[in-house]
T-cell receptor
């Protein structure tokens, strides 16, 4: 399986603090993506990092990728109550062909105002 | 921004009944997907569809499931004989040409099998 697995499963922080979520996966990848899901809603794409990239930034988001360790991290800086959501990493297969994207179990982030 | 549209938002059905979940992907996208999420659990891949045929499917996607793109705009998931364990949120997603780029998700259909 190439599924990403996030940790922690749940994270509770105060507004203004940084939130770090980690993801590990098992097989080679073309890219790794992070998505956000508000309760009961669809997933929204946040950021994509390709296998030949090590770090990427988008606003308050910073993603790192270590292909040697098969891991990625998502950092949300200066968190806000509105960042409360579940965050999923997702991987696209390396040499499997097809184009399926596999999601991990997610990290539930709760930001207290 | 263009959206993936799913209908209905909620579907209640009796065990053993057939259901059809409908999706309208983004118009210039070529790759289509169904995922499901049982309450509070992970988002599970069901099937991918490209060039009018299934490109990949998971173990979950057994003979009870089928997908169709009947008219060039709609993308449907049919469950022939629903079971209690089919109760979940079903998400449709699509992506643009080239694959391996970001997925655009619909807001989901909550299926409840009684």
């Amino acid at each position: 399986s190439q599924q990403g697995e996030e940790d922690p499963q749940a994270l509770s922080i105060q507004e203004g603090e940084n939130a770090t979520m980690n993801c590990s996966y098992k097989t080679s990848i073309n890219n790794l993506q992070w998505y956000r899901q508000n309760s009961g809603r669809g997933l929204v794409h946040l950021i994509l990092i390709r296998s030949n990239e090590r770090e990427k930034h988008s606003g308050r988001l910073r993603v790192t990728l270590d292909t040697s360790k098969k891991s990625s991290s998502l950092l949300i800086t200066a968190s806000r109550a509105a960042d409360t959501a579940s965050y999923f990493c997702a991987t696209d297969g390396g040499n499997t062909g097809g184009f399926k994207t596999i999601f991990g179990a997610g990290t539930r982030l709760f930001v207290k105002a | 921004e263009p959206e993936v549209t799913q209908t209905p938002s909620h579907q209640v059905t009796q065990m053993g009944q057939e259901v059809i979940l409908r999706c309208v992907p983004i118009s210039n996208h070529l790759y289509f997907y169904w995922y499901r999420q049982i309450l509070g659990q992970k988002v599970e891949f069901l099937v991918s569809f490209y060039n009018n045929e299934i490109s990949e499917k998971s173990e979950i996607f057994d003979d009870q499931f089928s997908v169709e793109r009947p008219d060039g705009s709609n993308f449907t998931l049919k469950i022939r004989s629903t079971k209690l364990e089919d109760s979940a949120m079903y998400f449709c997603a699509s992506r643009a040409t080239g694959g391996r780029e970001k997925l655009f998700f619909g807001s989901g259909t909550q299926l409840s099998v009684l």
